[in-house]
């Protein structure tokens, strides 16, 4: 079974640019399955961390646990609050490896206005940009969490759209058909609402139109109360309430593909970590997320736990 220290035991206590941060060492009843063969990190030191919410806490564990396999002693500090935390902390070396997106990097951290509409040359432009910080971009996941829009299985045995090119149709035929269920930053945003509208020709009437909070989102569209509703691509409420997601059949909205973001230094010194990560990295996708996001989401299930039954599943690790 896997072993888990308390965070009390062994705690370790860093300061850096993010501010005052800690972290636990990761102990895992792990070893090589088909990656870390001869165990290629043995006595290495690494520190993996993560965003707070679901996907990046398994993500980040998932990351993790592969480097344990591999030999490496790893500090977890995974769950860092806010997008910029872990991000810095990969950049000014606190922290050395991280899975993060794409879109996020692009437009977030690196300052640029415009998505890229091809995911490959998204991450070819964000792996160049980023070279000069010092941060090391593997190649990207087809694990892609950007917007889209959501309906029940009820409303598409009604209207049999797939794409948003046909809701944009269905509005224009029957603009009572169309009602939306939306964030109010989605509802504002030039990559949200007005943007789509505008790329798919589709004019929604305000009355049409509800802002709420992205939980309650879910559960509306779920009951049909809007016929569509504003989701993120790799939910696990998606899969659990059996929801069909409209294709973005013209790649409108960015594209925010994860993958793993390493410290230039560390990869330097352990370039090994790349062929350790690329076999996990090409299995990540979106029914994937929205599989595991739903064990901790709506199952309840640890998200550490979570990570490491996949990667035994995959054969990637094998557990003593």
Request: hydrophobic share 40%.
């Amino acid at each position: 079974m896997r072993r888990r220290w308390p965070l009390s035991a062994g705690l370790l206590v860093l300061v850096s640019a993010c501010g005052l941060t800690s972290g636990s060492p990761m102990v895992d009843d792990v070893r090589p399955g088909s990656i870390g063969q001869g165990e290629p990190l043995r006595g290495v030191d690494l520190t993996v961390t993560s965003k707070e919410f679901t996907e990046q806490l398994i993500l980040g564990a998932i990351m993790g646990i592969a480097f344990e396999a591999a030999g490496a002693e790893v500090l977890d500090r995974t769950g860092i609050q806010g997008s910029i935390g872990s991000r810095e902390a990969v950049k000014n070396g606190d922290a050395d490896a991280a899975y993060e997106y794409t879109g996020t990097a692009w437009i977030t951290y690196l300052g640029n206005s415009d998505p890229i509409g091809d995911p490959q040359k998204q991450w070819e432009a964000v792996r160049s940009a980023d070279a000069k910080n010092g941060v090391t971009w593997l190649p990207p996941s087809a694990l892609d969490n950007t917007y889209a829009l959501a309906m029940n299985q009820k409303n598409f045995e009604k209207y049999r759209t797939t794409t948003l090119s046909q809701v944009a149709a269905l509005s224009k035929k029957d603009a009572k058909a169309v009602t939306l269920c939306v964030e109010s930053e989605f509802a504002n945003r030039a990559d949200g609402l007005p943007g789509m509208e505008k790329a798919y020709g589709m004019s929604v009437p305000a009355g049409n139109i509800t802002q709420m909070d992205t939980g309650i989102i879910y559960t509306q569209v779920a009951k049909g109360s809007c016929t569509y509703g504003e989701v993120f691509t790799t939910d696990g409420r998606i899969k659990s309430m059996n929801l069909v997601v409209m294709k973005d059949d013209k790649g409108f909205f960015p594209h925010y593909n994860a993958a793993p973001m390493i410290n230039t230094k560390t990869l330097d010194k352990h370039p090994e970590i790349a062929g350790i990560l690329d076999p996990i990295t090409k299995k990540l996708n979106n029914d994937m997320a929205r599989t595991l996001n739903a064990k901790v989401d709506v199952d309840g299930q640890d998200p550490h736990q979570v990570a490491l039954d996949w990667l035994v599943q995959e054969g990637f690790v094998k557990e003593d």
